[in-house]
């Protein structure tokens, strides 16, 4: 069965300071890979997605995550945060051909401070 | 340009009673999804409609009812609620795109549900 895992629940940067936040699969084939983004009181928002191809993938306000197949991966990047980078990140697994069966990992916290 | 909204966004109600929440997308996405959110879970999928009058469940479909009658409506039903059914509820739509399964999800803004 698939899953994913965010080892990381909260998670605590100075702004400029640069993030990464981490996220393993288990899938037994190559799979869709998604980051979403959840600010306070809001649903969620697709900050990138990798299907195939290029492995290093560019989202929206500076994300950009790599897809690492051998560590099966995917970890999300941005060089410099800001204040209002304060949400909660979901790493998300799907596999191709059924997108109804895509799994959420239960989320990163992160909290940017001054 | 609305996209996909959610009422009520916050309700209280007791074991036993009957709640639908309710869903709607103006995009006439073909696909619509119903999901709950709990702490150490992330989220998990309850039901899902590929077209009108075709659904499905998904992960956790069990005391929740769905329909979709029209493209653009997707109500969930919770039959007798009970406490562990205290949750917020996201709705989600997609379509698909260049010939690819997987899309991007679109997620209204949630229902907070308290069952006392």
């Known amino acids: 069965a698939q899953s994913v895992t965010q080892p990381d629940i909260h998670i605590t940067v100075s702004e400029g300071a640069s993030l990464e936040l981490r996220c393993n699969y288990s899938?037994?084939?190559?799979?869709?890979l998604f980051w979403y983004v959840q600010s306070p009181g809001q649903g969620l928002q697709l900050l990138l997605k990798?299907?195939?191809?290029?492995?290093l993938v560019q989202g929206i306000k500076g994300f950009e995550a790599e897809f690492k197949r051998s560590q099966s991966s995917f970890n999300l990047r941005k060089p410099s945060v800001h204040w209002s980078d304060a949400a909660e990140y979901f790493c998300?697994?799907?596999?191709?051909?059924?997108?109804?069966?895509?799994?959420f990992g239960i989320g990163t916290k992160l909290q940017v401070i001054p | 340009d609305a996209g996909i909204t959610q009422s009520p966004r916050y309700k209280i109600t007791e074991t036993g009673r009957q709640v639908t929440l309710m869903c709607h997308q103006t995009?006439?996405?073909?696909?619509m999804f119903w999901y709950r959110q709990d702490l150490g879970h992330g989220l998990r999928l309850i039901y899902y409609?590929?077209?009108?009058?075709?659904?499905d469940k998904g992960e956790v479909p069990d005391g929740y009812v769905v329909s979709r009658s029209k493209t653009e409506n997707f109500p969930l039903t919770l039959e007798s609620a009970t406490r562990s059914q205290t949750s917020v509820y996201f709705c989600?739509?997609?379509?698909?795109?260049?010939?690819?399964?997987?899309?991007?999800?679109?997620f209204g803004p949630g229902t907070r549900l308290t069952v006392l």
């Open positions: 409609s590929a077209a009108a009058d075709i659904t």
């Open positions: 899938y037994g084939a190559t799979p869709y």
């Open positions: 989600a739509s997609s379509e698909l795109s260049r010939g690819e399964s997987t899309d991007t999800q679109y």
């Open positions: 995009w006439s996405h073909s696909y």
């Open positions: 990798y299907f195939s191809g290029d492995t």
């Open positions: 998300a697994v799907g596999p191709r051909g059924g997108y109804q069966k895509v799994t």
